[in-house]
């Protein structure tokens, strides 16, 4: 019997190249399949006769095929296949590209359905059907790709939309009824289908209400198990003690003294809200979020020293060895003195240090001996022990997987740990840190089991970066103003785009992703230091370098011996170069509002006036309403806002750890849907707060735990 679980290679009469395929989709069981949901529709619900066709029309035609024929075009490699289709009204032809095994299924005399768009012939200027999707018509089987609403899912080489509604059709039709994990009078007073309504709906519609209806029903779940994940997380470690903290004026005052600057208004009320979550015996749980350079790291420092001056350990895990190393450098700068003065020891550690060093400081932390460890995720490596963890920051957190975030959570202890089965008397306080501008709809959603806190404004003193859209024919303007900035002692970020070739196979395509990236650059560098600034010290880096090549370019650009750095999107976290006045940024058009921002935030730290160069090759209203908005914004969170309007939660969210679906992601917009989803979410806890009088739903719950924010 074929269930929700059953996994699609033990299903006859699927072949092991297709199962190939459906895993680089991400598609293994029947439960991946039927959630691996249209993007859209396209409309066949209507028969046009051959007559009335117009140019650029979208229709199916019904009629007999008259001949089939083909030919090979031996210079481009590619074979032609040509069909004419007849009915009473007259004949129309349909041409195939690179499609030869048509010509084995489609023969004269066979009745078939054309479903596709009308255009006419550059050759004949007749009209013709190019690329249509094809369909022999059979009385006793309902038409699956030529009539009606035509799902349009996401597709990978060798596995098209017309091969999964295949997949999809028998395997609705031969699976059990599903048990609906909403209780019913959820879905009464909410007016949802049923989960198996809404799969028949949202796979085989009969009109587009349906499908309002089923992408209505997996939204609502998706924010409904996100709400209950996100009060049940609250819940728990609200019942969990952690270490009290009671700081005296004179510590915070001595750490505050010892800054070059003064703190913003919203600093010190960040600062403010952590030191007085610190002071309760339950475990802080608080995302701190800011403007790139507003000075977040400086904030998690002074918690993080005051806790590390009573003895206590502190670990802060960032995504990169090159934000890590800024970190430890930052503590090591600002309060060097004051550390030696607490006797509080600060240590750093990655990937990239040797075995040995890696084992005497892991022996050192085990031992107590360290305070403050700073690192990448081999912070959460076996080896590495904490003996009185009671404070763990975490770095642009949306980068790191589930599972790293809690196992750092519970390095002080030597088996993974739950809520429900921890086995030590305390629990760490935990800051979360992003310069990622997140919209206060989507944050409050998928962020609703942390308490925020906001730095709004920049450090005083900051000059406004000059951001400017540059023409491709002003490219040698530009270079020449890059060679005047650097005469005057500046220096030069180029950002390259990356660029993915979707159609590939998924081996290949992450091989080519790597290829055509590190290629792009390679070849951006090799122009500009060979053609363009031969006289100049350029240097390139990117994800495929190792960490400490990586880590020596970037020392050879802070300390201003490189010139110009030709980069991918390695440097939009983090990487802080205060002589750093001019980013170029290639491609803007292939990066979003929010990741544009960041990349300029990586200049205007200095003294310097900063300017920000956006070359684009579209020239589409939305490309231009975009970048017109990266010029006038005030702030990330402005600027976030209009991405999520422009590009939709789907792409604007990208792979952040949200455990939605891309359909339901378009709930983030519906303010409604989300409020009755916490609502719902709020009014099943209150009944049950462990849920089991709801045990489906507390099922269902268990398996996107890990998939959510943080376990």
């Known amino acids: 019997m074929i269930t929700l679980s059953t996994e699609l290679l033990r299903i006859r009469g699927i072949s092991p190249s297709l199962i190939a395929h459906l895993k680089k989709l991400k598609i293994e069981t029947v439960r991946d399949l039927l959630w691996h949901f249209p993007t859209r529709y396209e409309d066949f619900s209507r028969i046009t006769q051959i007559a009335d066709l117009s140019p650029n029309q979208s229709t199916t035609v019904s009629g007999v095929i008259k001949k089939v024929s083909s030919r090979y075009l031996p210079r481009k490699r590619f074979t032609i296949v040509e069909a004419v289709i007849t009915d009473s009204t007259g004949e129309v032809k349909a041409i195939w590209f690179n499609q030869p095994y048509i010509t084995r299924i489609l023969r004269p005399g066979l009745k078939v359905n054309f479903a596709g768009k009308v255009v006419i012939d550059k050759i004949s200027r007749t009209l013709c059907f190019s690329n249509p999707t094809h369909e022999i018509y059979r009385g006793y089987q309902k038409q699956t790709h030529t009539a009606g609403l035509i799902p349009i899912y996401p597709e990978t080489r060798g596995l098209t939309s017309r091969g999964i509604r295949y997949l999809i059709q028998p395997i609705l039709k031969v699976l059990p009824k599903i048990p609906d994990f909403i209780p019913e009078h959820i879905l009464k007073s909410e007016r949802l289908p049923s989960i198996n309504n809404a799969l028949n709906y949202i796979h085989f519609p009969k009109n587009l209400g349906e499908v309002e209806q089923a992408k209505k029903r997996f939204s609502f779940e998706s924010l409904l198990l996100i709400h209950l994940n996100n009060l049940k997380i609250r819940a728990e470690i609200s019942g969990e003690r952690a270490h009290s903290f009671l700081f005296s004026d004179g510590e915070i005052d001595q750490l505050l003294s ?388 422009l590009r939709g939660p789907g792409e604007f969210l990208g792979d952040r750890q949200t455990g939605m679906p891309d359909i339901a992601m378009n709930a983030l917009m519906d303010p409604v849907l989300i409020r009755s989803s916490r609502q719902a979410s709020m009014k099943l806890l209150s009944e049950s707060p462990t849920l089991d009088s709801y045990p489906l739903l507390k099922e269902r719950l268990s398996l996107i735990r890990s998939a959510t924010h943080l376990e």
């Open 258 to 645: 010892s800054l070059p600057f003064t703190l913003t208004k919203t600093q010190v009320r960040s600062l403010e809200e952590i030191l007085e979550d610190l002071k309760k015996q339950t475990p802080m749980n608080r995302l701190l979020q800011g403007d790139v350079g507003s000075g977040k790291t400086v904030i998690a420092a002074i918690a993080a020293l005051s806790i590390a001056k009573t003895g206590k350990q502190v670990a802060i895990m960032a995504p990169t060895e090159i934000l890590a190393r800024q970190h430890y450098a930052t503590f090591k700068k600002l309060f060097g003195e004051i550390m030696k003065e607490w006797g509080v020891s600060c240590a750093f550690i990655s990937g990239g240090i040797s075995a040995s060093a890696r084992k005497l400081i892991a022996a050192s932390i085990k031992a107590s001996e360290i305070n403050v460890v700073i690192g990448t995720h081999s912070l959460i490596q076996k080896s590495i022990s904490f003996s009185d963890l009671a404070f763990v920051v975490v770095d642009e957190q949306q980068r790191f997987g589930v599972a790293q975030r809690a196992r750092l959570l519970n390095a002080y202890n030597t088996e993974p740990v739950t809520a429900s089965t921890r086995k030590t008397s305390t629990y760490p306080h935990f800051l979360s840190m992003s310069a990622t501008p997140i919209p206060r709809t989507v944050s409050l959603t998928i962020f609703g089991d942390l308490n925020i806190s906001t730095i709004e404004e920049l450090p005083s003193g900051r000059k406004p970066i000059v951001t400017k859209v540059v023409d491709p024919e002003n490219r040698d303007k530009a270079y020449l103003f890059m060679r005047e900035q650097i005469k005057k002692g500046r220096q030069v970020f180029i950002v390259c785009p990356r660029i993915e070739n979707s159609t590939e196979t998924e081996s290949k395509l992450l091989i080519d992703k790597r290829q055509v990236e590190v290629k792009t650059v390679q070849e951006e560098y090799d122009r500009l230091s060979k053609e363009v600034f031969p006289d100049l010290r350029v240097s390139m880096i990117h994800g495929r370098m190792k960490a400490k090549e990586k880590d020596m370019i970037m020392k050879q650009f802070s300390s201003g011996y490189t010139n110009i750095l030709v980069s991918t999107s390695v440097i939009e976290v983090g990487v802080d170069v205060p002589n750093a006045a001019v980013m170029v940024i290639e491609g803007a058009d292939r990066f979003g509002l929010a990741q544009l921002y960041q990349f300029r935030g990586r200049i205007g730290r200095g003294e310097h006036q900063s300017f920000c160069l956006l070359f684009s090759e579209s020239s589409s209203s939305t490309t231009a309403q975009r970048l017109g908005a990266l010029l006038k914004a005030r702030n990330g969170f402005e600027l976030a806002e209009l991405d999520l309007k």
